[in-house]
T-cell receptor, first 114, second 111 residues
Framework: GAGVSQSPRYKVAKRGQDVALRCDPISGHVSLFWYQQALGQGPEFLTYFQNEAQLDKSGLPSDRFFAERPEGSVSTLKIQRTQQEDSAVYLC????????????FGSGTRLTVV | QKEVEQNSGPLSVPEGAIASLNCTYSDRGSQSFFWYRQYSGKSPELIMSIYSNGDKEDGRFTAQLNKASQYVSLLIRDSQPSDSATYLCAVKGTGGFKTIFGAGTRLFVKA
């Protein structure tokens, strides 16, 4: 597609519920990143994929967070047993080559845990 | 010390003035530097990237990099009310694959 597409745009989850957030990057983009952005803060790195390989997951805050990109295109970020502190905007970004280039961000998924 | 630091603002400038946004970073070996603009409720949008010392101009925007001082800046000439947004400085450091973002500077351009 023309841009990075994320769905759903908004998600309200009850505490303890599992959620799955989808990212469809720009076609052909090798690099895919997930970031978490709290209100009034800059995006915080979660994880990085180069094609289907998850090369860096150092930013995932706990083992409740899991990401995959099985065919090197669409990626899913899964959060198990959601907690209130998981409430944030989850941003997906892609870039055509390596990691030293600027990103194109999707519109994000705003997750609210109640 | 935060890895990428920005003044949170708000920075308020009159329409037509030059807005100057500043950023410092801690990883001396960093090689890639970016400025993103983020409107309220929207996602960040890349507006400038800079990789070598000096100035880089693109329309009304000029990015300045001084690696010795570990300092990056963004100048916006002839500021317009539509430039009112949060500007995020981002740095690709030497550790791992991630680009690290500052918390952003809010800019208000008064008509």
């Amino acid at each position: 597609g023309a841009g990075v597409s994320q769905s759903p745009r908004y998600k309200v989850a009850k505490r303890g519920q599992d959620v799955a957030l989808r990212c469809d990057p720009i076609s052909g983009h090798v690099s895919l990143f997930w970031y978490q952005q709290a209100l009034g803060q800059g995006p915080e790195f979660l994880t990085y994929f180069q094609n289907e390989a998850q090369l860096d997951k150092s930013g995932l805050p706990s083992d409740r967070f899991f990401a995959e990109r099985p065919e090197g295109s669409v990626s899913t970020l899964k959060i198990q047993r959601t907690q209130q502190e998981d409430s944030a905007v989850y941003l997906c970004a892609s870039s055509p080559e390596g990691t030293g280039y600027g990103y194109t961000f999707g519109s994000g998924t705003r997750l609210t845990v109640v | 010390q935060k890895e990428v630091e920005q003044n949170s603002g708000p920075l308020s400038v009159p329409e037509g003035a030059i807005a100057s946004l500043n950023c410092t970073y801690s990883d001396r070996g960093s090689q890639s530097f970016f400025w993103y603009r983020q409107y309220s409720g929207k996602s960040p949008e890349l507006i400038m990237s800079i990789y070598s010392n000096g100035d880089k101009e693109d329309g009304r925007f000029t990015a300045q990099l001084n690696k010795a001082s570990q300092y990056v800046s963004l100048l916006i000439r002839d500021s317009q009310p539509s430039d009112s947004a949060t500007y995020l400085c981002a740095v690709k450091g030497t550790g791992g694959f991630k680009t690290i973002f500052g918390a952003g500077t809010r800019l208000f351009v008064k008509a």
